[in-house]
Every structure is written in structure tokens, then in C-alpha cells.
């Protein structure tokens, strides 16, 4: 049975589907941890280097469930206020104000009304606590490494019981938890009470036919011959010890880039002018603009030749 937009997969093939229905082609071993998550309500863990499609995992299901995306982008120095909540402090203090103006001179009153819903900031975590129309968001941690152990702690917290307390408002939990997503480029690691509460899978580079059908549907301008070689061409450059590989969300760049340009396929000029859309360190560009970035593409074209 086809997959139906809105509804939950009903199994590993339903999930793929799923997945392809917003140009996500997944492998098996993803579409299951996947597929188990939805069905055991678990927050899924993903890693991998930057540019795989971690987080385009999370879009893709937002769109497919139609439910809201609430992104929380992690960074150094994240802290409760940016992250769960605060207080609207110009509108209370105007609110005092008022109520000073017009004789009020009942503390707990004035309070609790400043201490109320009406001034509450709600930031990510907390409107992902919040579903009104009884359908749970996708709830996106975006580069959880980014963070310190601090915040990771707190977090812990809240995905143990999907809740979070508001010291003048009470505790405010989920009517159902929200559909978790967490990404992170392992730039430092993860504690293990974090990932035992979560599904684990390490989303790697796509192979080479994988990619290019990935080509296909994001860039279905770029010709077939282009194609072949970008993909090659990124696939070789991987395979090279760069400070920084590209990752998939550079190679429909270049791809869309070189269709710009109307290139039909690549030659030395093209990949030199253009390795600003692949290639984001100055030394990975200066190490592949020159002879061995034309040996490369000679390779690649080799290569492909060879194949057919």
C-alpha cells in the first residue's frame, strides 16, 4: 500500500515511501531506525558529518506528517532563556506601571498577573511541549555538540518526561510528546545517558548511484553526462584526506551552479572557476585547483568511460 500523506508509516516500506514522497532517498538501515522510532515514540539520534541530510530528515517529516517543525539550532553558551522560555519583561514592567497608576496596591494580585501565560516567551523547547490541536510537532535538535554538558543535562531532563517547569506558572507537560530529532556533526561527544534514551543511526555519505538519483530529483535540470561526472567527481574528492569533505548538500550546489552557468559537462576551467560552491577551506581549494584537481577530473572521466 502506497504511503499516505498525514499518517504515521505502518511499516519499512511505508517509510521509504514516506521518505521518497519528499525527495529523501533512504537506505534500508535508516528507513528502520525510523520506522521504529515513529512507532515507539523514541527520539531518534542521528550523526554524521556535516552535509549527509541529518536535518533534512526532520523537513522531510514535517512535510509528510503535516505537522509544525520546531527547529531549536544549538550553539555555544545556549542557555534556558534562548532555548525554553522567559518573561516579556518591558510588558511587565508597563504593566506594573499601570497598575501603580491607577491606585493598585495589591502585591500578589499585580503578580499574578504579570506571572501569567500572557507574558510568556515560549521558545522551541516549550512550544514543542505544546501541541493545541492534539497533533504532536516535529521537534528538531539541530547540532546538539555545539552545545555544553550544561545544557545537554538539562535536555536529558526534558526528554525523559517531556516536561519542563515554569517556577510561577507549575510544570507544563505534553499532552503527547513531540516526534524528536536530534543531529549532531560530532565535533565532541555525546553523553551516554542522552543516547540511551534515543534510537541511534550514523547517516553516512550516499554511494555514487545513490547520490546521483539524489541529483536527479533536486537538480533535474543538470543533464545526465553533468551529472555523472559531479557525482564522480565529489565521490574521487572524498576519498582524498581534506580538512573538510563535501558533503551532499555541496554537491546539488555545484550541480545547480554548473546548470546556471549552462554547462553541459565539466573540463579544468569550469571546476576551478566553480570549487567555491564544493570546496569551503581556502587549502582544500588550492590543494585541488591545479594538477591535482585536473588529474582528478581526467580520472573521472576515465573512469566513467570505462563504465559506459
Known amino acids: 500500500m502506497p504511503y499516505q500523506r498525514g499518517h504515521i508509516p505502518q511499516s519499512i516500506d511505508e517509510t521509504v515511501d514516506m521518505l521518497a514522497s519528499g525527495n529523501y532517498l533512504a537506505g534500508r538501515s535508516l528507513a528502520t531506525v525510523l520506522f521504529l522510532s515513529?512507532?515507539?515514540k523514541r527520539p531518534l539520534f542521528l550523526e554524521g558529518e556535516a552535509g549527509v541530510g541529518k536535518t533534512e530528515i526532520a523537513?522531510?517529516?514535517s512535510a509528510a506528517l503535516d505537522r509544525p517543525l520546531i527547529r531549536l539550532q544549538c550553539y555555544e553558551g545556549l542557555d534556558i532563556s534562548s532555548a525554553v522560555y522567559e518573561w516579556n519583561y518591558p510588558a511587565q514592567m508597563l504593566e506594573i506601571r499601570l497598575a501603580e497608576a491607577s491606585g493598585t496596591t495589591d502585591r500578589s494580585r499585580i503578580e499574578a498577573d504579570i506571572f501569567s501565560e500572557r507574558y510568556l516567551i515560549r521558545r522551541p523547547v516549550l512550544q514543542a511541549l505544546s501541541s493545541p490541536d492534539g497533533r504532536a510537532p516535529i521537534f528538531l535538535i539541530d547540532e546538539l555538540d555545539r552545545t555544553d554538558e550544561a545544557f545537554e543535562a538539562f535536555l536529558l531532563e526534558v526528554l525523559s518526561d517531556f516536561q519542563v517547569t515554569v517556577p510561577e506558572?507549575?510544570?507544563i507537560r505534553a499532552a503527547e510528546p513531540p516526534i524528536v530529532i536530534i543531529t549532531t556533526n560530532r565535533t565532541r561527544e555525546v553523553h551516554d545517558a542522552l543516547k540511551r534514551r534515543c534510537l541511534y543511526h550514523?547517516?553516512?555519505?550516499?554511494?555514487?548511484a545513490q547520490e546521483l538519483e539524489i541529483i536527479r530529483r533536486k537538480v533535474p535540470g543538470c543533464n545526465e553526462t553533468l551529472s555523472r561526472q559531479v557525482v564522480a567527481y565529489v565521490q574521487k574528492l572524498r576519498a582524498?584526506?581534506?580538512f573538510k569533505n563535501p558533503g551532499v548538500a555541496e554537491t546539488i550546489d555545484w550541480a545547480?551552479?554548473?546548470t546556471e552557468l549552462d554547462r553541459m559537462a565539466l573540463d579544468p576551467e569550469t571546476v576551478s572557476d566553480t570549487l567555491g560552491t564544493l570546496l569551503k577551506y581556502q587549502d582544500d581549494i588550492a590543494r585541488i585547483d591545479g594538477?591535482?584537481?585536473s588529474k582528478l577530473l581526467d580520472d573521472v572521466k576515465a573512469g566513467l568511460a570505462a563504465t559506459g
Open 291 to 293: 594538477a591535482e584537481g
Open 59 to 61: 523537513k522531510v517529516l
Open 169 to 171: 506558572l507549575g510544570t
Open 38 to 40: 515513529l512507532r515507539m
Open 256 to 258: 545547480t551552479a554548473l
Open 240 to 242: 582524498l584526506d581534506l
Open 202 to 208: 550514523w547517516v553516512d555519505y550516499p554511494e555514487a
